[in-house]
Nanobody, 123 residues
């Protein structure tokens, strides 16, 4: 089992920045690909970003490319999502998730999920 706990969400003005963290525990999380997803009210959960176990490969949704950066510190069992130039369209609950390789963008492929952290961007 892998337990995931997100933190770092909050209320920010448009153009601002936030850094989300996902603390992992349980099995050797450094062996897992990690992903960030988000879900806005009335919408389906969508892919945001993912990173391979050693951080050598990353993937981003087109909507966040150039604004968001995913990273991981396996020594701390933590994955980060640095979010810059936020817009109201980024408002959602953000979830981190874990899966064995390969790295994918499909939420149904992920085995473990955190409880989510709310990000609200005001205009």
């Amino acid at each position: 089992q892998v337990q995931l706990v997100e933190s770092g969400g909050g209320l920010v003005q448009a153009g601002g920045s936030l850094r989300l963290s996902c603390a992992a525990s349980g099995r050797t999380v450094s062996a897992y690909a990690m992903g960030w997803f988000r879900q806005a009210p009335g919408k389906e959960r969508e892919f945001v970003s993912a990173i391979s176990p050693r951080g050598l490969s990353t993937s981003y949704a087109d909507s966040v490319k150039g604004r968001f950066t995913i990273s991981r510190d396996n020594a701390k069992n933590t994955v980060y999502l640095e979010m810059n130039s936020l817009t109201p369209e980024d408002t959602a609950v953000y979830y981190c998730a874990a899966k064995p390789l390969p790295l994918t963008i499909h939420p149904n492929d992920y085995n473990y999920w955190g409880q989510g952290t709310q990000v609200t961007v005001s205009s």
